[in-house]
């Protein structure tokens, strides 16, 4: 069934009381190691040049890293983040919309179509899909990051107030193989599907929070600085995937 996006949540407010307000996004954090660590993936596997669409594009990071390889266009719902967009990625164009619909752009415009934490966001994640595939060219990559709500130590955790369940807009969190079928249905090919690490520490008690994240986190680390993606989705609070456009 499909479920109704809590838009009313999607304000400025967004970046201050949910997953935005405790990351560090300064430099050397792990969203700027992140953000850097998918624009290398997109370089890698997306057709060079051509035009680049991201699907919630939140501070315009991700875009302001990829302005120069490819022609970026950034849309979001809230007003923050595309005035945040133009001046963070000024040569990347940036429009206040919703990810729903997607009518507005040429069928077969795009070298790739990045979502990072957004499809879980969505009301209809799988017409979406649908829709992504229509946009990208042959070849072109759809490149999404979402929560794995099974992954290997999440047992240990509160399912309401860990990463994935505190951020109450999350109404779409879906196994792997959910999102590979629904790649899979609409001509989308998966040539990586890994998982994030991790990093949602602390798993055990006693054991400091520090010890845990250096322990539990240092192959993702590895990851990241070899810019691979060897991680299995069991290992990741968060599923990543990368699928080509037969």
Request: proline share 6%; net charge neutral.
């Amino acid at each position: 069934m499909t479920q109704k996006a809590p838009t009313e949540h999607y304000t400025r407010e967004y970046f201050e009381k949910w997953n935005y307000a405790d990351r560090p996004l300064g430099r050397f954090s792990m969203y700027w190691f992140a953000r850097r660590y998918y624009a290398a993936l997109v370089r890698r596997y997306a057709p060079p040049g051509g035009k680049l669409l991201e699907l919630g594009c939140g501070l315009g990071d991700l875009l302001s890293l990829l302005q120069d390889d490819f022609a970026c266009t950034g849309i979001d719902l809230i007003d923050y983040s595309v005035e945040r967009t133009k001046v963070n990625a000024p040569r990347a164009e940036a429009y206040q919309m919703s990810a729903d619909d997607l009518s507005s752009f040429e069928t077969g415009a795009f070298s790739a179509v990045v979502a990072l934490h957004l499809v879980e966001h969505l009301a209809d994640p799988a017409d979406v899909i649908r829709q992504v595939s229509q946009l990208l060219k042959s070849g072109g990559i759809f490149l999404f990051a979402t929560p794995h709500p099974d992954y290997a130590l999440r047992r240990f955790k509160d399912r309401e107030s860990d990463a994935i369940g505190k951020d109450k807009t999350h109404i779409n969190v879906h196994p792997p193989a959910q999102w590979r079928a629904w790649c899979a249905q609409n001509g989308l090919e998966m040539v990586r599907h890994f998982g994030d690490g991790l990093w949602d520490v602390p798993y055990l008690p006693v054991i400091p929070k520090s010890a845990q994240f250096a322990l539990f986190g240092f192959p993702a680390f590895l990851q990241v600085m070899t810019r691979t993606t060897f991680m299995p989705l069991a290992l990741g609070v968060n599923q990543v995937g990368i699928a080509r456009k037969r």
